[in-house]
C-alpha cells in the first residue's frame, strides 16, 4: 500500500509539474559574426536563454555576449523572417534598444524580464503590422519563435546592421526525462526498505 | 541649469533612434557636377538606410534636364566629404527602374544590402571582398558626408546633374527638437514672468 501511496504521489507530482512546464516557453540563443546576414568574421559571440511564461504574459532574458569589435549601439529581437533561420526582419521588440541592454561596449551581459501585455515591450510598427493589440502582438512573437523565425540581434558601431546575433531555437526539454529517472530512483529505493524489513 | 539637461537628453534619444534608421538627403544640380555645368536640371534624393532590415531605399525625383538620362548611379565614398570622385557603391539605377530617355521623372526602389547584388561588385572587391565589408563600408560612406548620386543624360555623358548625401534627423527626431524648442522657450517665459 505504501508504495501505491507513493507512486500516486510521484504521479500527481509529475502531472501538476507538467502542466507548469506548459507555462513556459524556453528559447537558446547563441550569437556570432557567422550567423548575421550578411555573414561577417566577427571574432564576437554570445550566448543566453529567452524564456515566455504564456500564463503571465512574460519575456525573460538572460545572456551575454564578448568580443565585439565595435560597441554596442542597439539590440532587438527581430522577427519574423520569411524563411527560417535565414533573411532579416524588422524589431519585435522595445526600440530604439532593449530596455537595460549595455550600449557602448564590446562584451557584457544583459538579465531582464519584459511584460508583454505592455506596448513599451515592443516596436510601435510590429503591433501595428500584427493585429494592433498588445495581444496579437505577442501571439505574433510567440508564433515566430515556434517557427524559428525570432532572432536576437546586437547592432554596433562597427557592424551597424548587426554584430552578431542567433536565432531563437527551442531547448530540449529535460524537465521530463530527468523527473522519470527521479521516480525510478525513488521506486528502487523504496523495494530495497521493503526487502530490508 | 535645466535647459542644457533637456538639450542632451533629446540629443541622447536622438542619436540612439538614429542608429536604427539613417536618413540622407541629396540636392542635385548641374552646379555640384565634377565638372560644373549650366544645366537648368534640378532633383532632389533619399536615402533610407534601414539597419534592421539590411536595406537601402532610393527616392529620387529629377527635372528640365537638357538631355535625356542615359543612366544614374549612387558612388562613394570620396576621399572629402562633399566634394570629388568616386567609385560606384550602387549597381546602376536604370536596371531597377530608373527612368532613361526622357527629361523628368521619378525612382524608388529599395536595394536588399544582404547580397552581393545590392552592390556595383566592384564595390563589394575594393572594400575587402565580401558583403559584411561593403556593407559597412557603404554605410561609413553615406553616414561620412562621401556619397552622391550622379544622373547622365545625351547632352551631359559624363554627369548632368549631382548631389552629395547629407544625414537629415528622421521625422520623429524633428518633432522631440521641436518640442525641447517649444519647452524651453515655455521656461524662459516662466523666468520672465517672476523676473
Known amino acids: 500500500m505504501k508504495l501505491l501511496n507513493s507512486c500516486i504521489a510521484l504521479a500527481a507530482f509529475a502531472l501538476t509539474s507538467a502542466s507548469s512546464d506548459a507555462a513556459l516557453i524556453p528559447y537558446n540563443i547563441?550569437?556570432?559574426?557567422?550567423?548575421?546576414?550578411?555573414?561577417?568574421?566577427?571574432?564576437?559571440?554570445?550566448?543566453?536563454?529567452?524564456?515566455?511564461?504564456?500564463?503571465?504574459?512574460?519575456?525573460?532574458?538572460?545572456?551575454?555576449?564578448t568580443g565585439l569589435t565595435g560597441t554596442t549601439t542597439a539590440a532587438h529581437i527581430h522577427a519574423a523572417t520569411a524563411t527560417a533561420g535565414i533573411g532579416t526582419s524588422g524589431v519585435a521588440t522595445t526600440t530604439p534598444s532593449f530596455t537595460g541592454f549595455p550600449l557602448g561596449v564590446t562584451f557584457g551581459s544583459f538579465n531582464n524580464t519584459f511584460d508583454l501585455t505592455l506596448a513599451s515591450s515592443y516596436s510601435a510598427a510590429y503591433v501595428t503590422a500584427n493585429g494592433g493589440t498588445n495581444a496579437s502582438a505577442e501571439a505574433a512573437l510567440l508564433a515566430a519563435a515556434a517557427a524559428g523565425k525570432a532572432y536576437f540581434n546586437i547592432h554596433t558601431s562597427t557592424f551597424g546592421g548587426g554584430e552578431i546575433r542567433g536565432f531563437l531555437t527551442p531547448v530540449p526539454e529535460p524537465t521530463t526525462v530527468s523527473l522519470l529517472a527521479i521516480s525510478a530512483g525513488l521506486g528502487l529505493v523504496r523495494r530495497r526498505r521493503a526487502h530490508r524489513i | 541649469m535645466r535647459a542644457p539637461a533637456v538639450v542632451a537628453f533629446l540629443?541622447?534619444?536622438?542619436?540612439?533612434?538614429?542608429?536604427?534608421?539613417?536618413?540622407?538627403?541629396?540636392?542635385?544640380?548641374?552646379?555640384?557636377?565634377?565638372?560644373p555645368n549650366a544645366s537648368p536640371g534640378t532633383g532632389t534624393a533619399l536615402v533610407t538606410l534601414d539597419l534592421d532590415l539590411v536595406t537601402m531605399r532610393v527616392e529620387t525625383a529629377f527635372s528640365n534636364l537638357a538631355g535625356t538620362v542615359t543612366g544614374a548611379t549612387i558612388f562613394g565614398p570620396t576621399s572629402v566629404a562633399g566634394t570629388g570622385t568616386a567609385a560606384a557603391m550602387s549597381p546602376a539605377l536604370t536596371a531597377t527602374g530608373f527612368p532613361s530617355g526622357v527629361t523628368a521623372g521619378t525612382y524608388d526602389f529599395t536595394f536588399d544590402l544582404t547580397v552581393a547584388s545590392g552592390y556595383d561588385p566592384a564595390f563589394i572587391v575594393s572594400s575587402g571582398g565580401t558583403v559584411s565589408n561593403a556593407l559597412n563600408a557603404l554605410i561609413a560612406s553615406f553616414e561620412n558626408g562621401q556619397s552622391y548620386v550622379s544622373i547622365r543624360t545625351t547632352a551631359f555623358p559624363g554627369g548632368?546633374?549631382?548631389?552629395?548625401?547629407?544625414?537629415?534627423?528622421?521625422?520623429a527626431s524633428v518633432a522631440l527638437i521641436a518640442l525641447g524648442c517649444g519647452i524651453g522657450l515655455l521656461r524662459q517665459r516662466r523666468r520672465q514672468r517672476v523676473r
Open chain 2, 11 to 35: 540629443l541622447a534619444t536622438i542619436s540612439r533612434g538614429i542608429t536604427h534608421e539613417v536618413f540622407l538627403e541629396a540636392t542635385l544640380s548641374g552646379a555640384r557636377e565634377v565638372i
Open chain 1, 30 to 65: 547563441n550569437l556570432s559574426g557567422p550567423n548575421e546576414s550578411p555573414v561577417n568574421s566577427s571574432p564576437g559571440f554570445g550566448s543566453g536563454t529567452v524564456t515566455f511564461d504564456d500564463v503571465l504574459h512574460t519575456m525573460a532574458i538572460v545572456m551575454s555576449f
Open chain 2, 160 to 171: 548632368e546633374v549631382r548631389g552629395f548625401f547629407t544625414q537629415v534627423p528622421e521625422p
